[in-house]
């Protein structure tokens, strides 16, 4: 077989890191929170693994763990025990960090993406286990790393924070692949409410698992690529790898099983280490074996809302959405509430969808903010919906009410404060205003009555200008009907 008949396959597996949604570290009462506070701030004995400090399991992190390990179609694990993970690095002053490993409190899970041909496809899960984060390096580099650096800090305050581990099977084959694996896997954890996954503020990162496949039957070893926080560091880093995989068994080289580091500047994968460090697993002493019992996770599986792919094809089945809309409406679960909302205050669902994916969620992008912190609520906006639908207020004229009631007027104010009309105009008006429109563009009217307005373009435009002078308060339909019993006139 020559090399350019051999054929390669991806073989990707995805581990993922997400913070979970509490208000104090894993093992001590430290804040969680300390967003825009200064440098080791959040710290305490536990935090710095102090000689005589002890542990104290954060309840509220298993509830947590068990919440996205559901989300995830997990089977939760009891009794599991945490384990210390030694290794010497800067940001972990104890030397060894706390972590549950091979002994998850959630395991067997799955999600489904499509594959590259567009079919449904099974992405195992392996397991969801719970650890402590550390600190954080920050270097004097320009561009923030450690190349060139001439000085490092450590700041501590991440230390300890709850970290949620997500391990795939390898059962992913591209980078697109890969990418749909974490977007759905995110949606579904934001879903349960067991992480706010914000990726700039580092609550989710990725590492990739990447090895080729030939089709001589020869299997290249397990690369393991790091430092990605983005979806599209993700992509770009797997694109790399497989093809720099790819040219190295075309040579008839060996890839070697190392740690890769991606270099999002440079877009490349740097080699960072040849081999695994060993690192020694021992039985957390001061932390008892931690047991779930099946009432608590009957209670906790109750607070589990539906999941996305769900609601989009309840949303598709039911309402008669798209499955573009459903999509866009189900992305977030505050705007698919705000949406549910809205239909249960009498809005009919394909207009009040058409709403939200453009003036709410345009509102919502300028602004930085999330539906609940929208002025608009959904029972106004159900009204402004139904006032259209009912033909009392044309589209134009809506969207200016719309608008007034973003600064939080009620409709009825907005539609006063608009000066928008309910009802349409009454047909002595509108004929007023379609008399002077036609006697200001007689050149037009002679192109119509020629015969030369095939498309109606010229038709188009005069009823163009008498909705911008009627502000859009005269319904299309009435227009049309009063343009064209004039010209017969």
Known sequence: MSDKELTFTPVIGIEIHIQLKTKSKIFCTCSADYTNDEPNSHICPVCMGLPGSLPVLNRAVVQQGMLAGLALNCSIVSPTLFFRKSYYYPDLPKGFQTTQSD???????????????????????????????????????SDGRLEGAETSWV????????????????????????????????????????SDVDLEKGMM???????MKCSDGRWGRKVEVKNMN?????????????????????EGGEVLQETRHWNDAKEV?????????????????????????????????????????????????ELGLTEVDASVLTDSRDVAEYFEACIACGANPVRAGNWIRTEILRFMGERQVGAGDVPVKPEALAELVRSVDDGNLSTTAAKTVFEAMLEGLPFAEAVKKSGAVTGGLDADALAKVVSEILAGNADVIEEIKSGKDTKGKKMKFLQGLVMRETKGQARPDEVSAAIEASLKS
């Open 103 to 141: 002994l998850p409190i959630a395991a067997s899970g799955w999600l489904m993406i499509s594959d590259d041909a567009g079919s449904p496809k099974k992405v195992r899960i392996n397991r969801l286990h719970l650890e402590e984060d550390v600190g954080k390096l920050h270097h004097s580099a």
């Open 155 to 194: 700041d501590y305050n991440r230390s300890g924070l709850p970290l949620a581990e997500i391990v795939s099977e390898p059962d992913i084959s591209s980078a697109r692949e890969a990418v749909e694996y974490v977007t759905a896997l995110r949606r579904r954890v934001r879903y349960a409410g067991a």
């Open 205 to 211: 990162r990725f590492d990739a698992n990447v090895s």
């Open 230 to 250: 983005s979806f599209r560091a993700l992509e770009r880093a797997i694109e790399f790898e497989i093809k720099r995989q790819i040219k190295v068994m075309r």
């Open 269 to 317: 994968t740097r080699a960072s280490r040849v081999k695994e460090f060993y690192r020694k697993f021992i039985v957390e002493p001061d932390l008892p074996p931690m047991v779930v019992t099946p009432e608590w996770i009957e209670r906790v599986k109750a607070t589990l809302p539906e999941m996305p792919d769900q609601k989009m094809a309840r949303y598709v089945k």
